[in-house]
T-cell receptor, first 110, second 116 residues
C-alpha cells in the first residue's frame, strides 16, 4: 500500500462544476499537508497548505480529517484554467520525509 | 515567487558524456531535494540534503551523485549519461517546519535531459 494514495482520474467535468478530490495517508504521525498543482511539463506549485481547521482560498477549500487520515480539495465554479494535475503532499512528524501522491488529473471542458 | 533556479533548462547530449545539472536557491533553505519525473508520471525522490555536507539517496535508485558544499547550491552529476537517464529533473528546497513555517517545497522549473 502506498503511503499517500490519490485517485488518478482523469476527472473530466464541465466548466462551472464543483469537483472534489480525496487523498489518504497511512502515517498517523504525519504533520503537514499540502495540495500542489502541476501543469503539463511544468514544475509543481503550491496551491494551498491544509490546516487542521480547514481552510479556504477563493474557489478552493481544503479539509483535513486526522481520524480517517485523509485530506480533501474542493474546487467550486471550475474554470478551464483549473485543468491540471493535483498532487497531495504529506510531511511526516520529524519533517524529514515528504511524500507525494501520484496525482489526480483534472480536465475542465467548455 | 520562488527563488530557486535550475540550469540548463534543456539539454540534449550523447551517450557517455558527463553532465552536471545546477540548482541554486537564494532563500537560505537548509533542505534541498532532487526529483525525477517522466512525462505524465509521478515524482520520484532521488537525492536530498538537510544541510551543508549532508546528502542522502532517495526512494528511487539513481546513478547520479550530488554534493552540498554551500547552502545555496545542490548540483547533480551523471558521470556517464545513458538513454535511460532521459527524464525531467526537478530541484526543490524547503525551510524546516517550525514557528510560522509549514515547510512547503519550492520547485525550480526543471531540467529536461535527453540522452541520445
Amino acid at each position: 500500500r502506498k503511503e499517500v494514495e490519490q485517485d488518478p482520474g482523469p476527472f473530466n467535468v464541465p466548466e462551472g462544476a464543483t469537483v472534489a478530490f480525496n487523498c489518504t495517508y497511512s502515517n498517523s504521525a504525519s504533520q503537514s499537508f499540502f495540495w500542489y498543482r502541476q501543469d503539463c511539463r511544468k514544475e509543481p506549485k503550491l496551491l494551498m497548505s491544509v490546516y487542521s481547521s480547514g481552510n479556504e482560498d477563493g474557489r478552493f477549500t481544503a479539509q483535513l480529517n486526522r481520524a480517517s487520515q485523509y485530506i480533501s480539495l474542493l474546487i467550486r465554479d471550475s474554470k478551464l484554467s483549473d485543468s491540471a494535475t493535483y498532487l497531495c503532499v504529506v510531511r511526516d512528524s520529524s519533517a524529514s520525509k515528504i511524500i507525494f501522491g501520484s496525482g489526480t488529473r483534472l480536465s475542465i471542458r467548455p | 515567487e520562488a527563488d530557486i533556479y535550475q540550469t540548463p533548462r534543456y539539454l540534449v547530449i550523447g551517450t557517455g558524456k558527463k553532465i552536471t545539472l545546477e540548482c541554486s536557491q537564494t532563500m537560505g533553505h537548509d533542505k534541498m531535494y532532487w526529483y525525477q519525473q517522466d512525462p505524465g508520471m509521478e515524482l520520484h525522490l532521488i537525492h536530498y540534503s538537510y544541510g551543508v555536507n549532508s546528502t542522502e539517496k532517495g526512494d528511487l535508485s539513481s546513478e547520479s551523485t550530488v554534493s552540498r558544499i554551500r547552502t545555496e547550491h545542490f548540483p547533480l552529476t551523471l558521470e556517464s549519461a545513458r538513454p535511460s537517464h532521459t527524464s525531467q529533473y526537478l530541484c526543490a528546497s524547503s525551510e524546516s517546519p517550525g514557528q510560522g513555517f509549514v515547510g512547503e517545497l519550492f520547485f525550480g522549473e526543471g531540467s529536461r535531459l535527453t540522452v541520445l
